[in-house]
C-alpha cells in the first residue's frame, strides 16, 4: 500500500475548510440553546410528566448528583435489558448476554467510551443495538456537553451558587443538538452507501453457488450518533472499517468530519457565553493546531511503516481497510484517538508501532484536540486555569482567569483532575502487567505486549473505547478493571470540574489590572500548548518508552 501525500493534504485541507465554515453557526446556535429561557411545547410535556421543576437552578453539587444518579439507573437498565435479551422482542434469536460482558458494556455506553468486549453482530439484537447503545450514545455525548456548559456557567456568573438545571440542559442538548445534527447525518451515510434496514440479506454467489447471509439493520442512524457524538464502538466487530458501516473513502472523512464537528464548534460556544470572543478563538487554535501536528505525526509513522512486525509482514497492508487505504487510515486514527471516540477503520494493533505511540499519546494528551464532546473543552479550560497559574508565578501576582482569582481550593481541584487519568492508567497497568494470568490476556511478546496492555488503560481510564486487538478483555478480571477504569476516568473529572464551577460562580468579578495576564492572543495560546504537551510527557514518558518507543526503535 502506497502512502500518498497529495492525497492526505487534500484530505486534510477538505476537513479544516469545512469545519471552519460551521465554527460560528454552529458554536452560535448552541450558545443560544443554553441561554435561551423558552422551553419547547415536546420539553415541558417532557419535564411535566419526570416531575422535573424547569424553573429551578442547581447548586453544583445537586447538579453532580443528577450526573450520578441519571448514570447509575442507565447502567443498571442497560444491564438488565441485556441479561434479558432473550425473552425481548428484536433479539435476534440471541440469548441474554454473558454478565461480565453486559456489566462491561452497559458501562462503557454510559461513560461514553463503547469499548467493546463482544462481536456485536454475534451477541447483541436489534433491540439492543437502536433502544440502549443508540440510545446512549446520544445521552452520555449530551451529559459531555451540559458538564461544560455548566463550567462556563461558572465562570462567567458571579456571587452564585447555581449552575443551571441538569435536566433542562440535558434534554436540549439532546433534543436540539444531537438529534437534529445525527439525522442528516445518517441521510447522507444512507446516500453514501452505509445500510439502514432490519433484515439480513441472503447472497448467493454465482460462481461457486456458496450462499452467505450478510447481516443488516439500523446501520446508518447509530454511526451517525456514535461519531457526532464521539462515542466510539460500532454496529458490526470491525465498525468503520466494515463495508457496510463506512463503505468509501467519502464516508470515512465524513465520518471524521462529524468526531470533529461538535468539539470544534464549542470553543466559539464558550467565547459566547463569556462575553469575549478571543476566549474561543485562543482555545481554538490551541486545539487545531494539536489535531494538526498529531495528523501530520500519525501520517509520517504510518508511512515510514518503521519496526519489526510491520517489515515482517511485508510493509502496510495487515490490518488496513484495502478500501480506504494509509490516508484515510491515518486521519480517522488520529482524530478518533484525539476525540475519545474510539471507532476505527484500520486495526490499531497493526499499526506501525511508533503511530501506535501516537494513538496513545493522542489519548494521555486528555483528549482535548478537540476532544470529546463538552470532556475535550472542559478538559482544555482546566489546562487554562493551570497555565494561569504558572503565568502568575512568572510575574508574582495572584492568577486570575477571566475576572476570577484562582485561589489555592482552585488550583488544588485542577490540579487533582490532571492527575485523575494518569493515576488510573498507570497504576492499573503497572498492578496488572506483574500478573501472568492477565498478560496472557495480551498474547503478543516484548515490548508490544505491554503496548496492548497500556492502550487498554489508556483508552478506557480516558473512555475512548478503541483497542490493540490482540488483548482479549472479556473475562472477569480485565472487565472490572477496565470497567472500574472507564467509571472513574469518567465521573471523577467530572465531579472535580462542576466543584470548580460552583468554587468560581460563588466568586466576585475583579477588575482587569496592569498586572492581568491575558487569556488569550498567541502568547497564551503557546503557554498552553506547552502545558498540555508537557504534563503528559512527564506523566507517560516512561510507560511509553516501556512500549511503543522501545517496540520502534528495534531495528
Not at 142 to 153: M, P, Q
Not at 182 to 206: D, H, K, R
Not at 432 to 448: E, F, I, K, Q, R
Request: proline content about 5%; overall charge positive.
Amino acid at each position: 500500500m502506497v502512502f500518498s501525500t497529495a492525497s492526505f493534504i487534500t484530505q486534510v485541507a477538505v476537513l479544516v475548510l469545512a469545519l471552519a465554515l460551521l465554527h460560528k453557526p454552529l458554536g452560535l446556535y448552541m450558545a443560544r440553546v443554553f441561554t435561551n429561557t423558552k422551553h419547547s411545547r415536546p420539553e415541558k410535556i417532557l419535564y411535566r410528566l419526570a416531575g422535573v421543576d424547569s424553573g429551578t437552578e442547581q447548586s453544583w453539587s445537586v447538579y453532580l448528583r443528577s450526573v450520578l444518579l441519571f448514570s447509575l439507573i442507565s447502567i443498571l437498565v442497560i444491564f438488565a435489558l441485556q441479561r434479558l435479551q432473550g425473552v425481548l422482542p428484536g433479539s435476534n434469536s440471541l440469548p441474554g448476554v454473558d454478565p461480565w460482558v453486559a456489566m462491561n458494556t452497559a458501562i462503557s455506553f454510559v461513560t461514553n467510551t463503547n469499548w467493546q468486549t463482544y462481536v456485536p453482530e454475534a451477541t447483541v439484537g436489534i433491540f439492543v443495538q437502536m433502544c440502549l447503545l443508540a440510545v446512549q450514545n446520544f445521552l452520555s455525548a449530551a451529559v459531555g456537553i451540559v458538564v461544560v456548559v455548566a463550567l462556563i456557567r461558572g465562570i462567567s456568573r458571579t456571587a452564585t451558587d447555581r449552575l443551571g438545571n441538569f435536566w433542562v440542559d440535558l434534554a436540549r442538548a439532546s433534543f436540539r443538538i444531537l438529534l437534529p445534527i445525527a439525522t442528516v447525518a445518517a441521510i447522507a451515510l444512507v446516500i453514501g452507501g452505509v445500510v439502514q434496514n432490519f433484515w439480513s440479506t441472503e447472497v448467493t454467489n454465482a460462481a461457486t453457488g456458496v450462499s452467505q447471509t450478510i447481516p443488516g439493520g439500523p446501520v446508518a442512524s447509530q454511526e451517525a450518533i456514535k461519531v457526532l457524538g464521539t462515542n466510539g464502538g460500532g454496529y458490526f466487530n470491525a465498525n468503520s472499517a466494515h463495508p457496510l458501516e463506512n463503505p468509501n473513502v467519502f464516508t470515512s472523512l465524513f465520518q471524521v468530519f462529524l468526531i470533529l464537528l461538535i468539539p470544534s464548534a464549542l470553543p466559539y460556544m464558550y467565547g459566547r457565553m463569556v462575553g469575549d470572543q478571543r476566549q474561543g478563538y485562543t482555545v481554538a487554535g490551541v486545539m487545531g493546531a494539536l489535531w494538526l501536528t498529531s495528523t501530520c505525526l500519525m501520517a509520517w509513522a504510518v508511512s515510514s511503516a518503521q519496526g519489526v512486525a510491520t517489515a515482517e509482514a511485508g510493509g502496510l497492508g495487515e490490518g488496513f481497510e484495502q478500501r480506504l487505504g494509509p490516508v484515510a487510515s491515518s486521519i480517522f486514527a488520529a482524530s478518533t484517538t484525539l476525540t475519545s471516540t474510539g471507532a476505527v477503520n484500520v486495526a490499531h494493533d497493526s499499526l506501525p508501532p511508533l503511530a501506535g505511540g501516537v494513538a496513545m499519546l493522542n489519548m494521555m494528551l486528555g483528549e482535548v484536540a478537540p476532544g470529546g464532546t463538552g470532556s475535550g473543552l472542559y478538559g482544555m479550560l482546566m489546562l487554562a486555569i493551570i497555565a494561569v497559574f504558572i503565568a502568575g508565578l512568572m510575574v508574582g501576582r495572584t492568577p486570575e482567569f477571566l475576572g476570577k482569582k484562582i485561589t489555592p481550593r482552585e488550583m488544588k481541584l485542577a490540579a487533582l483532575y490532571i492527575l485523575v487519568t494518569p493515576t488510573l492508567v498507570l497504576v492499573l497497568a503497572g498492578i496488572s502487567a506483574l500478573l501472568p494470568d492477565v498478560m496472557a490476556n495480551a498474547p503478543a511478546s516484548g515490548p508490544h505486549q505491554f503496548s496492548e496492555l497500556l492502550y487498554a488503560f489508556t483508552s478506557g481510564a480516558n473512555n475512548n473505547g478503541s483497542a490493540f486487538g490482540g488483548i482479549t478483555s472479556s473475562g472477569p478480571y480485565l472487565s472490572t478493571l477496565l470497567g472500574l477504569a472507564m467509571l472513574l476516568g469518567r465521573f471523577l473529572p467530572i465531579a472535580l470540574v462542576l466543584a470548580l464551577a460552583g468554587s468560581l460562580a460563588r466568586q466576585r468579578r475583579v477588575p482587569v489590572s496592569s498586572g492581568t495576564v491575558p487569556t488569550h492572543g498567541p502568547l497564551f495560546g503557546s503557554l498552553l500548548l506547552g502545558v498540555t504537551v508537557i504534563l503528559t510527557a512527564l506523566s507517560y514518558f516512561p510507560a511509553l518508552a516501556l512500549g511503543p518507543l522501545a517496540e520502534g526503535l528495534i531495528k
